[in-house]
């Protein structure tokens, strides 16, 4: 069975440009999460999916990150403009409807100098 | 708010020995308690998870028991070997269904010398 696929696996942009992440998720894996792990700290939830509907973003600086689901399969996520402190690993998760245990991805690296 | 606490690390030990890495967590309710394992270049995977006080969850030759009364999820191996050298996340889940986010602790880092 296919993981979870991310890309790119590394960024490198300067402040103020734009970037966009790519996820796809364990088929039949409904649910879809995006995770930023800034170094020497753990994960922090950024936001959730169900199929193609938002059921957590609480926690995501909307005023520059945006995130996609447009068909319940993969997902984008945005962030326009960056900042230096945007610089982490972004990882990508999914689970099955209901089930507590996630699936991560290996993680994009982005650095924004 | 639901946290994690992990102890610092690194932690360096030799091939062998005993392994304990602490955790301990404040939530409301009932929450699913995880370890997560982050090899070098790798994704989280998970190591193991219990769902109730009490229970044990093992995998690989790790075992952590969920206790309530001190809420505590501490990771242990008997034995621990070169490639178990990664970094360690305890988690718990504040709800299943759609509610199932993951509040991770800051991760321990786990160097185990031949």
């Known amino acids: 069975e296919a993981g979870v696929a991310q890309s790119p696996r590394y960024k490198i942009i300067e402040k103020r440009q734009s970037v966009a992440f790519w996820c796809n998720p364990i088929?039949?894996?409904?649910?879809l999460y995006w995770y930023q792990q800034i170094l020497g700290q753990g994960p922090k939830l950024l936001i959730q999916f169900q199929n193609n509907g938002v059921v957590d973003d609480s926690q995501l600086p909307k005023d520059r990150f945006s995130a996609e689901r447009l068909k319940g399969v993969d997902s984008t996520l945005k962030i326009q403009p960056a900042k230096l402190e945007d610089s982490a690993v972004y990882l990508c998760a999914s689970s099955l409807p209901g089930a507590e245990t996630q699936y991560f991805g290996p993680g994009t690296r982005l650095l924004v100098l | 708010g639901n946290s994690v606490t992990q102890m610092e690390g690194p932690v360096t030990l030799s091939e062998e020995a005993f392994l304990t890495i602490n955790c301990t967590y404040t939530a409301t309710g009932y929450p699913s308690l995880f370890w997560y394992v982050q090899y070098p270049g790798e994704g989280l995977q998970l190591l193991l998870k219990?769902?109730?006080?009490?229970d044990k969850g093992s995998n690989k030759g790790f075992e952590a028991t969920y206790r309530k009364e001190t809420t505590s999820f501490h990771l242990e191996k008997g034995s621990v070997q070169v490639s178990d050298s990664a970094v360690y996340f305890c988690a718990l889940s504040d709800g299943g269904g759609s509610q199932g986010n993951l509040i991770f602790g800051k991760g321990t880092k786990l160097s185990v010398k031949p």
């Open positions: 088929s039949g894996h409904a649910t």
């Open positions: 219990a769902t109730k006080a009490d």
